[in-house]
């Protein structure tokens, strides 16, 4: 079954950088794409970031595009999120997800709080 694994959140202040981890099974890394969401306060889930199987293809939301970079490592069987000039809207429970086919995310982490404050 897929296990995703989630960590490295935590308090930034704007302008800053935050990396965060979802570590996955060997079978899910290379099968699933992998993608990241977050959900603030009050807020719908919002798509974040996403990187096909093969790890050559990107996606990103509008709103982090040029911020953030999305990559994985073969060898750790693990996906980064790479979060730069952060900003306070940016704050949110931050979620890795796993889809095995057609970007249909069905497999979630446990999610990591990002708070973005001075």
């Known amino acids: 079954q897929v296990q995703l694994v989630e960590s490295g959140g935590g308090l930034v202040p704007p302008g800053g950088s935050l990396r965060i981890s979802c570590a996955a099974s060997a079978r899910t890394f290379s099968t699933h794409a992998m993608g990241w969401f977050r959900q603030a306060p009050g807020k719908e889930r919002e798509f974040v970031a996403a990187?096909?199987?093969?790890?050559?293809?990107?996606y990103y939301g509008d709103s982090v595009k040029g911020r953030f970079i999305i990559s994985k490592d073969n060898a750790k069987n693990t996906v980064y999120l790479q979060m730069n000039s952060l900003k306070p809207e940016d704050t949110a429970v931050y979620y890795c997800?796993?889809?095995?086919?057609?970007?249909?995310?069905?497999?979630w982490g446990q999610g990591t709080q990002v708070t973005v404050s001075a």
């Open positions: 997800a796993a889809a095995p086919s057609s970007w249909d995310f069905t497999t």
């Open positions: 990187i096909n199987w093969r790890g050559g293809s990107t």
